[in-house]
Structures are given as structure tokens and as C-alpha cells.
């Protein structure tokens, strides 16, 4: 599994090359190349290298943050946060998914993939309370994603969330006694 992760590395960088010639510099064609930063520190992630993972991260965000591409710089903070949460950084990972969720996610007219990836990111914020023994609010966070979700009709969406309420509801009681 390591070689295609490090075969897809070797790929990606690649690509960056090409990102790099004098024909891709041009504002058109940078929020590729921070697409593929953002796609390269998942995969470092992946392997374990989270040095490298997070330097990819953060020269994406810088792209994105430089051609205000809200969408894009919303998903460099999402995965940002995500490489904190799986270092069990959970306030941190917190900081950067309501980051997220400022920057693109707070208007109320999203397309629907939009509104699929503000329930996702929901229950984000609510695993990280639930990690932080924020009962109250995990399930406010796990109850707006709820409400996208039956909103959308997205079963599969709707399965994460109930398990996620129900592992909310179970850590919590045990916090109680």
C-alpha cells in the first residue's frame, strides 16, 4: 500500500514540475498547482511524513489565500485541521475547521455539494467537541449537519451522523457517572 502511496508522490510531483515552467506561473493556473500541494500533503500524511504533509498544506493555503479563492482556502484549513485531529490536536484541529467554515461555509445559499461538504465539516467540529468532552456541543454541531442532511436526503451522510450522536450520547453518559 506505502508504494502506491509513494508511487502517486512521485506522480504529483510531477506534475508540480510542470506547474513550475514558465507556462503555468500565470494566476490561471495556480490554483492547480495548490490543488496538487494540497493532494501531495495528503499522501505525505498518508505515509506518515507530517512535515512534509503540513509544509504541502500551507503552501496551498498561501495559494489560495492569494488568489481569494474562499472555496479552495476552505478546503486547505479542512485538511490542515484534519492532519491535527489524527495527532489528536483536537483544540487546534477545532481552530482551523471553524476557520473553514467562516471563510465559505456561514452564507445560507450553497450548491448542493456545497451544503454536503458544510454537513461533513459539521461533523468535524462535533467529533472534535466529542473529543474534548464538549457534550453539548458536539451535538449541536452533529444536529446542524442532521438538519443538511435530512435536508439533502444523503443516507450515507445521515448514517455518520447518527453513529456520531450515538458515540456523542454514550461518552457522555460515562463522563456523568
Same mark, same amino acid.
Given at each position: 500500500?506505502?508504494? %502506491?502511496?509513494?508511487?502517486?508522490?512521485?506522480?504529483? $510531483?510531477?506534475?508540480?514540475?510542470?506547474? %513550475?515552467?514558465?507556462?503555468?506561473?500565470?494566476?490561471? &493556473?495556480? %490554483?492547480?498547482?495548490?490543488?496538487?500541494?494540497?493532494? +501531495?500533503?495528503?499522501?505525505?500524511?498518508?505515509?506518515?511524513?507530517? !512535515?512534509?504533509?503540513?509544509?504541502? &498544506?500551507?503552501?496551498?493555503?498561501?495559494?489560495? /489565500?492569494?488568489? !481569494? $479563492?474562499?472555496? @479552495?482556502?476552505? &478546503? @486547505?484549513?479542512?485538511?490542515?485541521? $484534519?492532519?491535527?485531529?489524527?495527532? !489528536?490536536?483536537?483544540?487546534?484541529? +477545532?481552530?482551523? &475547521?471553524?476557520? @473553514?467554515? #467562516?471563510?465559505?461555509?456561514?452564507? %445560507?445559499?450553497?450548491?448542493?455539494?456545497?451544503?454536503?461538504?458544510? *454537513?461533513?465539516?459539521?461533523?468535524?467540529?462535533?467529533?472534535?467537541?466529542? /473529543?474534548?468532552?464538549?457534550? #453539548? +456541543?458536539?451535538?449541536?454541531? +452533529?444536529?446542524?449537519?442532521? *438538519?443538511? @442532511?435530512?435536508?439533502?436526503?444523503?443516507?450515507?451522510?445521515?448514517? /455518520?451522523?447518527?453513529? $456520531?450522536?450515538?458515540?456523542? !450520547?454514550?461518552?457522555? #453518559?460515562? #463522563?456523568?457517572?
Amino acid at each position: 500500500m506505502q508504494s %502506491d502511496y509513494l508511487l502517486t508522490i512521485k506522480y504529483l $510531483n510531477k506534475s508540480l514540475e510542470y506547474f %513550475d515552467t514558465k507556462y503555468f506561473v500565470t494566476n490561471r &493556473y495556480k %490554483d492547480g498547482r495548490g490543488y496538487v500541494l494540497i493532494s +501531495l500533503g495528503v499522501m505525505y500524511n498518508k505515509i506518515g511524513n507530517t !512535515k512534509q504533509s503540513r509544509g504541502n &498544506y500551507f503552501e496551498g493555503l498561501r495559494i489560495f /489565500e492569494e488568489l !481569494k $479563492n474562499t472555496p @479552495a482556502v476552505s &478546503y @486547505a484549513l479542512q485538511s490542515i485541521a $484534519n492532519l491535527h485531529f489524527e495527532q !489528536k490536536k483536537y483544540n487546534l484541529a +477545532l481552530q482551523y &475547521y471553524l476557520k @473553514a467554515y #467562516d471563510i465559505y461555509y456561514k452564507k %445560507d445559499e450553497l450548491s448542493y455539494q456545497d451544503n454536503i461538504q458544510k *454537513a461533513l465539516l459539521f461533523i468535524s467540529i462535533g467529533k472534535c467537541h466529542q /473529543e474534548l468532552r464538549h457534550c #453539548d +456541543l458536539s451535538e449541536n454541531y +452533529l444536529n446542524k449537519g442532521l *438538519a443538511i @442532511a435530512i435536508k439533502l436526503n444523503d443516507k450515507d451522510i445521515l448514517s /455518520e451522523i447518527y453513529f $456520531n450522536l450515538g458515540q456523542n !450520547k454514550e461518552r457522555c #453518559d460515562k #463522563d456523568i457517572d
